[in-house]
């Protein structure tokens, strides 16, 4: 049996003799409600069997001749599949006309509005990690303050940083001695405390500590009160996000116009074993980092690695990092 391949070429219409193919392709409810879901949310099959009520074979199953037919795109994480819609498909009228019959289908049967709970419960493997304490963390040279508070001189702004998932606190040790204030963010309570005590005893006086999501309204108006900030700090929480498009987003907003944002995360990994430190995603590509920027509306966006000899002993401490700079531009 000859193997049917469908092929969507954007700049060209597709060619006439395959639009059979096409129509008879997009002629089944449930590959229009898949169609319709991937464009508006990039989704986890598993996600999508559940949004459809299918199972996980079932859905892979009406997946896999969209992909061939190169409607959808799809990224790993680990073990998990992620599926969009592929860039520029819709301008083809006949992917456009299946795009408004799915998601009719969608907003009929409520299959949308489950989109933003199912993206929730992303989230809901990192809420329970960090509400519970966890023993201490290995501290930095104990000098490391003062060798910091001697560099700071050399940094042209650094009148305000927010520290965006503060935990523990260990951001603070390099942030505080360098900024005049620092607004540290977490929503939980039980890593405020701990960064409490960091606080406590290094004397870190200009901090304050401020328990918030990133994108309350309460803590928009706190940085807004400073003017926003010279730099916002984000570390190891991208890949905790459930929408880390969307997280950095939000970061870049906390900053002033020309203000930086700095995100710490590791570069694409394949270790699995890091889902037990409730990590919703193995890690980014410094490609996917500089769209998510792109998308955010920051400029000047670079990503610069760090190799694992860098980055200590702890559970992903053999993991590869990477530094997203990036800059809110000036009006």
Same mark, same amino acid.
């Given at each position: 049996m000859r193997m049917l391949v ?23 409810p449930v590959r229009l409600r ?47 599949? +992620?599926? #969009?819609? *592929? &860039?520029? %498909? ?5 992917? @456009?006309? /299946?795009?408004? $019959?799915?998601? =009719? ?6 299959? +949308?509005? #489950?989109? *933003? &709970?199912? %993206? ?5 493997? @990192?809420? /329970?990690?960090? $509400?519970?304490? =966890? ?10 303050? *003062? ?13 305000? $940083? ?13 942030? *505080? ?155």
């Amino acid at each position: 049996m000859r193997m049917l391949v469908y092929v969507l070429a954007v700049d060209a219409p597709v060619a006439m003799e395959a639009r059979w193919r096409l129509y008879r392709l997009l002629g089944e409810p449930v590959r229009l409600r898949l169609l319709a879901l991937a464009s508006v949310e990039e989704l986890a099959i598993g996600e999508l069997a559940e949004l459809l009520g299918e199972s996980q074979p079932n859905v892979s199953r009406h997946l896999k001749p969209l992909r061939t037919a190169r409607l959808l795109a799809v990224r790993k994480q680990g073990t998990r599949v +992620f599926v #969009r819609l *592929a &860039e520029g %498909v819709a301008e083809d009228p006949v992917v @456009a006309d /299946a795009l408004v $019959a799915g998601r =009719r289908l969608c907003s009929e049967d409520g299959t +949308f509005e #489950r989109i *933003a &709970e199912v %993206v929730r419960a992303r989230d809901e493997p @990192a809420r /329970a990690f960090f $509400a519970t304490a =966890r023993g201490p963390r290995p501290s930095w040279p104990s000098e490391l303050g *003062a060798y910091l508070s001697a560099l700071a001189p050399l940094v042209p702004y650094r009148r305000f $940083a927010v520290d965006v998932g503060t935990g523990h606190g260990a951001m603070l040790s390099v942030v *505080a001695p360098i900024f005049d204030r620092v607004l540290a963010v977490d929503r939980e309570a039980t890593q405020l405390e701990q960064a409490k005590e960091r606080m406590t005893r290094y004397a870190y006086d200009n901090v304050e500590l401020f328990q918030a999501e990133l994108g309350d309204e309460g803590l928009v108006d706190r940085v807004s009160a400073y003017g926003g900030a010279d730099a916002v700090f984000a570390s190891r929480l991208l890949h905790h996000a459930p929408r880390p498009g969307r997280a950095l987003r939000l970061l870049g907003e906390l900053a002033r116009p020309g203000g930086f944002v700095l995100v710490v995360d590791y570069a694409a990994h394949q270790d699995e074993r890091l889902r037990a430190e409730a990590d919703t995603w193995l890690g980014f590509g410094a490609d996917e980092l500089l769209a998510f920027a792109t998308s955010a509306g920051l400029c000047e966006a670079r990503v610069l690695p760090i190799p694992a000899a860098r980055c200590g002993d702890g559970p992903d401490g053999h993991l590869d990092w990477q530094v997203l700079a990036a800059r809110r531009p000036q009006p």
